[in-house]
Structure formats: structure tokens, C-alpha cells
């Protein structure tokens, strides 16, 4: 609905009980017949209620922006900022002025200034999602290195170099006929990075296969399958998941990014 400023004083005065008798009758019996207007009317009202005994000035906006702006207007935090919007008020506004003139577009801007501050608030403090903890998370810098200084033009430098400059696809191509050519050796390190290859390009079912193969292995490294796991669950979407193979690696403060899981899975919690 359109508030244009006849109809602003209109409600104006009737919320400031500045109507006689014969006009708030009237003006009732419009709202009784015209839903839209009275849906603003009580929006307002709330929003009167809110801000205490401050006016707030009636703006030519929509309907629509009305109910969206008086939703924020809710809870502790809302009306405290309020109170501090009021007290800034009062040294601006002059006693013996009822109407709003030059105030109208102050108090536009500090309804403005409300909803910039409380959207940031609220979107700051609202639960992270699990592709946010994963991104938090996901760190590579504790992978293994294959170069060595007396070699590196080794096929595993290589594709560790490929993997290095997000060249996953050609990297994960080199590891697995790295991996066809020695099938009689167990190595978890290129086992882990099979995985993670495969965890890069969103292949969560493979990724989380080549892991358990490494958790199941008689190898030193078996636990770093613990932490990888949980993040491909976390990137999958699967917060329950995760937090399942969290609580196995947080067992054993030996286990890799033991302190790093302990604070995960407070967030997941």
C-alpha cells in the first residue's frame, strides 16, 4: 500500500489519539472496510510499541517493506538499540513540534541504519552451515611431500605438483597409475592423496572408500583417515556423519589434528 501524506497524517493522528470523536469513528469504519490499510495500521501500531512512546515516521513505501522491516523489530537486542535511538532523538527533536518535518527523513535513516546493523547481527551469529565448517576447516599444509631435493622429476613430484596448482583431475590420473604400477606396495600417503583428489572433485562416495582403506591399513598414518573423512562429510552436507568420525578421532590425542577436532566438534554439537 502507497502511504501518500494525506493518508500518513490520517494514521498518524489516529495512532497519537489526535482524532475528534467523528473522525476516528470515520476513519475505523474505513479500516473496517479496507484490509490492506488496516494491516498497516497495526504494523505501525507494533512498531509504535516497540520504539516505546517515539514516533516513527510514516514513509511512502509499500506494505510489503512494512511487514518485512516490523519482523526485525523484535527481541531484547532491537529494543535496546532503540532505546539508544531515542535518546538521540530527544536532543533532536523539538518539544513543541507534533509533526514530523525535517525529522522524517532523520528517522528514515536510523530506521535504516537499524536494519543494516541487525540483518549484519543476526546474519554474523547465525549457525554456521557445514560447507562453512568444512571451509573453515580444510587445510592441506600437514599433507606428506614426495619431493625430496636429490629428485624431483619423480612421477609422484610431479603429480604432487599438479595437485599443488589445483590441477586435480590430472593429478588424481597420475597418482592412480602410480598406484596401478606398484600393487604390491601399500603407500598411505598416496592413498590419502588418491583421496583427496577425489574429495576436490566433489567424488565424496570414492573419497570416502579410498579413506577407509587407509583407516583399515596397519599403517602409522591410519588415523589421518579419521579427520579427511569428517571433512568430506562436512562437504557432503552430512553434519551427523561427520560428527560420528569426529568423536573416533577425538579418543586419542595422538590422533592427527586431535585439537582441531575437539573444536569441530563442539560446532557440531
Not at 489516529?14 to 488496516?38: A, P, T, V
Not at 516490523?70 to 535496546?80: H, Q, V
Not at 592413498?191 to 599403517?219: G, M, P
Not at 578421532?249 to 585439537?259: A, I, R, T
Request: hydrophobic content about 35%; proline content about 1%.
Amino acid at each position: 500500500m502507497n502511504l501518500d501524506d494525506n493518508i500518513s497524517k490520517r494514521i498518524r493522528a489516529y495512532l497519537d489519539n489526535e482524532m475528534s470523536s467523528i473522525e476516528r469513528l470515520n476513519f475505523e469504519k474505513e479500516l473496517s472496510n479496507n484490509q490492506e490499510l488496516m494491516d498497516t495500521v497495526s504494523i505501525l501500531k507494533k512498531m509504535d510499541t516497540v520504539y516505546s512512546d517515539t514516533d516513527w515516521d510514516l514513509y511512502s513505501g509499500n506494505l510489503s517493506d512494512l511487514k518485512e522491516t516490523s519482523n526485525l523489530f523484535k527481541g531484547e537486542d532491537i529494543t535496546a538499540f532503540s532505546n539508544q535511538v531515542k535518546t538521540a532523538e530527544s536532543n533532536y527533536y523539538q518539544p513543541d513540534r507534533k509533526k514530523f518535518k525535517s525529522f522524517i527523513k532523520y528517522a528514515s535513516s536510523i530506521a535504516a541504519a537499524v536494519l543494516i546493523l541487525f540483518s549484519g547481527y543476526y546474519f554474523l551469529n547465525k549457525a554456521p552451515t557445514s560447507l562453512d565448517l568444512y571451509n573453515d576447516y580444510y587445510n592441506l599444509k600437514d599433507l606428506p611431500s614426495f619431493t625430496t631435493k636429490s629428485n624431483t622429476e619423480n612421477s609422484l613430484s610431479k603429480a604432487e605438483n599438479l595437485f599443488k596448482t589445483k590441477h586435480y583431475k590430472e593429478a588424481l590420473e597420475m597418482f592412480i597409475a602410480i598406484e596401478s604400477k606398484n600393487k604390491n606396495t601399500y603407500n598411505p600417503n598416496l592413498n590419502l592423496y588418491i583421496a583427496i583428489c577425489y574429495l576436490e572433485l566433489n567424488h565424496y562416495d570414492l573419497a570416502l572408500k579410498k579413506l577407509d582403506v587407509l583407516l583399515q591399513s596397519n599403517t602409522l598414518d591410519f588415523h589421518k583417515a579419521y579427520w579427511f573423512k569428517s571433512l568430506t562429510y562436512l562437504k557432503e552436507g552430512n553434519k551427523s556423519q561427520a560428527r560420528e568420525v569426529l568423536q573416533l578421532l577425538v579418543k586419542d590425542e595422538k590422533h592427527f589434528n586431535y585439537k582441531n577436532a575437539k573444536e569441530l566438534l563442539k560446532k557440531l554439537n
